[in-house]
Structure formats: C-alpha cells, structure tokens
C-alpha cells in the first residue's frame, strides 16, 4: 500500500511517527557528531531537524499548547509549588491544576515553561559539547537558531502516521505469514526490501545486509528446530509458539534505522496469553531458544574458523542490573571445556527465574 503524500518518503513517516503520541515530544538541535544524526540525514536526504520544521511548515506537526507543557514538563509537588506561590487551591488531579495554573497566570506559566525547555537545550548543549567537532545543531543556536521544541502530530499528521503504520504492519503480516508457511527466504527478502526502501544506512558496527541476511538464514531454522532443556515440561503447542517468535526475533538482525536490532513486531505481542507451566516469565522463556539459537550457530562459527579450540564459559553478575547466577550458572564461572565438549546454553540446571545468562567466550589457544 503506497503512501498517499508522495512529497514525504517512509523515512520522513517514521521520523513523524515518533510524534504519533498524544503525549509531547521534545525535538533537540541536530548533533553531527552522533551516528543517529549521520544515518537520518541519509535516509531523509536532509537533517532531522530539517525534516521537522518542514513538517512545521505543512501543518503535520505543531507546537504543544502551554497546558500539554506544564503536564510534559513538571511533577505534581513542582505545580502545586506553583499553586502555593499564586494563593491558590492545592486540592485536585494533575489536568485540574494544570488547568488552574493556566486560567489564573497564563503569562507565567509560558515563561515557566521555556525556562524548561531552556535547560533541556542547556543539557543538550552539555552532551553535544563532548564531540571534537562543532555539531550542526550548536552552529545554529551560537548563529541564533531556536533550541529544544516541544511538538506532536496535527490531525493531518496522525493521518499520515496511520497510512505508514498500516504499511509497516503489512510488512510484518507478509513476513510473519512466510515464516509460518516455512518459506524464509520470503521472510527475509520482505523484510529486507521494507528496510532498503526506509534507505537508512548500516550501522558500521553492524553488519552488512548481504551479512545480516546470511545470519538470519542460518538462524531462522536454528529457531523452529530448538528445543532447551531449561524449557522441558513445556507443551509442544507452547514450544511451537516460542519458537515462531523466536524465529520472528531473528529477523531483527536484518533491521536499520530507528529499529536497528528490534523485532519488527513487539515481542509481546507473539507471546501474550501463552501458559509455560514454568516459574520464568513468558518473554525470559523465549529468550531461552533466542539464547540457544545464538549458542549453536556461534559454535558451529568457531568450528569452521578451525582456530578455536576451547570454549570459556561466564555467569553475568550485575547486581546493578538486579542480576545474579544462580548456583549452578556460578559453578560454571570461568570453567572452559574442548568445543566438542562444552555444555549447551542455555544452561540446562540453571534456577533463575529469568532464565540462563551465561555466555561463552572462544579460546584460540591449543586445549
């Protein structure tokens, strides 16, 4: 299904789909020195900024009224702080307030919201000064240019969203319905020609389409043929669901731009109702075949490099993160075996209720 506002490409509709939300968006200066900017420039064929105040221009974005900016730009206790200050009633949910503060001052509620937005452009200001170079973005304010913006779509806009939605989900339904009838090849291919069409460029820590495609053909079948121990006791109905959208996850390696490495379809969305039997939730339960997709395939990598010899094997232990091994994960802990030998992750005695975390690490020297 082909847009109907030819002037705009799918990327400029994905770009305007960050907006899509009722809720405001701040839009920040262009920062050339960061790798989002350099791949929306080439995608868009302009600057993300560009692209914004162009769809400023054509009514498909505006300015969030000064109400929608006090609800955006401040916590409950600061706007009753704001009430305290003017002798007005406390009581009430945040709309009210929001509302309140607004009839009684309007003025100063606008100067309070641009003293907001002043210091997220402030902040912004702050990190783009850590680049080597001058940004585009920091040119423009020093020459005067106007700072963070505070948007959403226009009636108008949320057309627009809606028409590039429904041909994203398209792309997704064609996909999924390849993988389901077991022809990858289309899976891929369908996915590929949405992401060549979008135009953005790959991320030079990723790897090339032609690559990208190779890993996703040896890992979509990897997926539909797994079955991890840590998961026994499961249904094979189940199972078979897990791995559809395992499979579905693999193809997220083909994925550029604003999805780079996500699911062209949520996670959640494959998995949502299905009943385990097991203590993991539903989402670590599949991560457990994405995890052993990922294993088999890397070991059969490092079987053909004929350099690895041994294989090391770490438990994760970020308690920042909330996450430590389990006894048998921590028994595992910097253990290496010969290739041949070393066990299937993830681990199929591991306790975790977010299932194995483990990694393996390749030995290039002699066992």
């Given amino acids: 299904m082909p847009i109907s506002y030819p002037e705009w490409s799918l990327a400029h ?27 929306w420039k080439v995608a868009l064929g302009e600057s993300e900024r560009e ?84 940004s585009a973005g920091a040119a423009a304010l020093r020459r005067g240019g106007v700072g963070c913006l505070l948007l959403k779509c226009s009636e108008p806009g949320l057309r627009l969203v809606a028409e590039y939605m429904t041909v994203e989900e398209e792309m997704g339904r064609k996909a999924l319905d390849a993988l389901r009838s077991g022809d990858f090849e289309s899976a891929i291919s369908t996915v590929l020609a949405f992401e060549d069409e979008l135009g953005f460029p790959t991320n030079p820590m990723a790897p090339p389409p032609e690559m990208a495609a190779k ?100 438990a994760i232990h970020r308690p920042d993160l909330g996450l430590r091994p389990c006894q048998a994960c921590a028994e595992l802990d910097g253990r290496e075996w010969p290739i041949e030998e070393v066990p299937d992750l993830p681990y199929q005695y591991c306790t975790s209720k977010l299932g194995c975390r483990c990694i393996a690490i390749p030995i290039s020297r002699p066992g």
């Fill in 13 to 39: 509709c994905q770009l305007l789909s960050r907006f899509d939300q009722r809720w405001p968006r701040i839009a920040y200066p262009d920062s050339s020195n960061d790798w989002a900017y350099r791949r």
């Fill in 51 to 134: 692209a914004i105040e162009r769809f400023l221009n054509a009514g498909l974005l505006v300015y969030c009224p000064v109400p929608e900016q006090l609800d955006w730009g401040f916590t409950l206790a600061q706007l009753r702080g704001f009430l305290r200050e003017r002798g007005l009633k406390l009581s009430g949910k945040k709309v009210e307030i929001v509302d309140r503060l607004y009839r009684a001052d309007p003025a100063g509620m606008e100067r309070a919201c641009a003293v907001v937005l002043r210091e997220a452009t402030e902040r912004w200001i702050e990190w783009d000064r850590s680049s080597a170079t001058e």
């Fill in 215 to 314: 890993v996703a053909r040896e890992e979509v079948p990897l997926a539909f043929a797994a079955n991890p121990t840590i998961l026994s006791g499961v249904s094979e109905d189940v199972m078979g669901c897990l791995r559809f959208a395992a499979a579905a996850c693999c193809l997220s390696v083909l994925c550029r731009g604003d999805r780079e490495g996500k699911c062209f379809v949520p996670d959640a969305d494959l998995i949502k109702g299905l009943k385990t039997g097991l203590k993991m939730e539903n989402e670590a339960a599949l991560h457990m075949i994405i995890r052993q997709v990922k294993f088999q395939r890397a070991k059969e990598t490092w079987k053909r490099m004929r350099v690895v010899r041994r294989v090391r094997l770490c």
